[in-house]
Structures are given as structure tokens and as C-alpha cells.
């Protein structure tokens, strides 16, 4: 098993206000992206998902960038609540826009304070 | 549809031992995929079957491993011998497509192995 825990990254807001998590990708070549949430002790929910063709993509309170410049992600949480407290992944793939083999990043843990 | 479901949801065995992991997907999806989430790495891909047949199984990690799909509604992953090393949440999910429209992958609860 692990000796070493991975710490992760922590984002923590206030109830209310707008969450921005951010996520740097490594394949220039990658043309899928999907944003999930993870709560404790479930497995990762799809959240949104965008394609390369597209730099925003708006869902129900949430919005997806991405720049391909910089190899950037990031989801903005509009209005968080404490529901939204979880780990979320972002996702990269390059087999032609397939979810076929996702590659995770490391995932951020989000933290809403009532 | 209950979603995707796993079985057992812990499981806890000795180093050496058999690990048989089951899975049911939901009924009309075509895809199912295996991941294995570990601290130190994260969520990787294992293996997914498209219509029952293995189509990638370039994550497994060692001929310990293996997976099947003798039907549309089960799946197993099986690690033999078990090592420590192999502890870990392992996920299985499915999908309609993996291109296109009903893309979204709905993952099942996971099932906790410890090896000891």
C-alpha cells in the first residue's frame, strides 16, 4: 500500500461565492476534457465536458474554459454550496475527442464554509 | 436503473490470495470501463470492453491482473496473486458511447481493497 499520502490541492470558499479551480493539461494534442466530482466515499460524477474546438461551455451553475494556448482548464462554480464540497477531476484525452483512455489529473479538494 | 454496481463494496485479503471484483453496469450501455484510484496516482484506466470485448488493456499493470466481460451485464476484475502494493478503491464505470453524443461515464460506488 502507500507510505506517502499525496497531499492535494485545497480550495476554500465561502458559501455563496464563485469557486475557480483550475487544471494544467500535458498533452498539447489532447481534444476532450471532462470536468468531475468526487465525494467522499462515491465514486466521480461527470460534472461537464468540453471539446477542443470550443474555449467555454456553460452548464447548470457551472462553466468550463479551456485555453489551448496554455494548456489550461478551469471550472468556475457559480454561487457554491456546501453540497458542491468534494474532489474534482479534470480529464484530458486525445483519442479523437474519446472517453476511451481519460487521462485524471490529481484533482482539487473543494471546501465551502457555511 | 440503480446505476452501476459493484461488489463487495471492501474487501480486505491476505498477500498471495485471489481477488475476484464484480461489476454490473447499466443495462444498454455499450462500454464499461475499469479504473483503479490510489493516493499516490490518482485514477488510471485499467481496461475497458466495448459490446463485451476488451478493446484497450494497455493500463494493467502486471499480468496479475486480469479482467472479462462474459456478458453485457457483468464484469469481473481478478488479481492473482494479491500484493500489497495492489491496495487501492477500484472503480468500474459505463457508458453509451465514448464518442459523440452520451459520452458520460457513470462510475459505481468502488470497491475498497486492502491487501495485507
Redesign the interface.
Known amino acids: 500500500g502507500e507510505s506517502v499520502g499525496l497531499h492535494l490541492p485545497t480550495l476554500s470558499v465561502q458559501e455563496g461565492d464563485n469557486s475557480i479551480i483550475n487544471c494544467a493539461y500535458s498533452n498539447s494534442a489532447s481534444d476532450y476534457f471532462i470536468w468531475y466530482k468526487q465525494e467522499s466515499g462515491k465514486g466521480p460524477q461527470f460534472i461537464i465536458d468540453i471539446r477542443s474546438n470550443m474555449d467555454k461551455r456553460q452548464g447548470q451553475r457551472v462553466t468550463v474554459l479551456l485555453n489551448k494556448t496554455v494548456k489550461h482548464l478551469s471550472l468556475q462554480i457559480a454561487a457554491t454550496q456546501p453540497g458542491d464540497s468534494a474532489v474534482y477531476f479534470c480529464a484530458e484525452n486525445n483519442y479523437g475527442g474519446s472517453q476511451g483512455n481519460l487521462i485524471f489529473g490529481k484533482g482539487t479538494k473543494l471546501s465551502v464554509k457555511p | 436503473d440503480a446505476g452501476?454496481i459493484q461488489s463487495p463494496r471492501h474487501e480486505v485479503t491476505e498477500m498471495g490470495q485471489e481477488v475476484t471484483l464484480r461489476c454490473k453496469p447499466i443495462s444498454g450501455h455499450d462500454?464499461l470501463f475499469w479504473y483503479r484510484q490510489?493516493?499516490?496516482r490518482?485514477?488510471?484506466?485499467l481496461i475497458?470492453f466495448n459490446n463485451n470485448v476488451p478493446?484497450?488493456d494497455?493500463?494493467m499493470p502486471e499480468d496479475r491482473f486480469s479482467a472479462k466481460m462474459p456478458n453485457a451485464s457483468f464484469s469481473t476484475l481478478k488479481i492473482q496473486p494479491s500484493e500489497?502494493?495492489d491496495?487501492a478503491v477500484y472503480?468500474c464505470?459505463s457508458?453509451i458511447n465514448?464518442?459523440?453524443p452520451n459520452?458520460?461515464?457513470?462510475?459505481?460506488?468502488?470497491t475498497r481493497l486492502?491487501?495485507v
Open positions: 452501476v462500454y490510489t493516493m499516490m490518482g485514477l488510471e484506466l475497458y478493446i484497450d494497455s493500463g500489497p502494493r491496495s472503480f464505470a457508458s465514448i464518442q459523440g459520452t458520460e461515464a457513470f462510475f459505481g460506488q468502488g486492502t491487501v
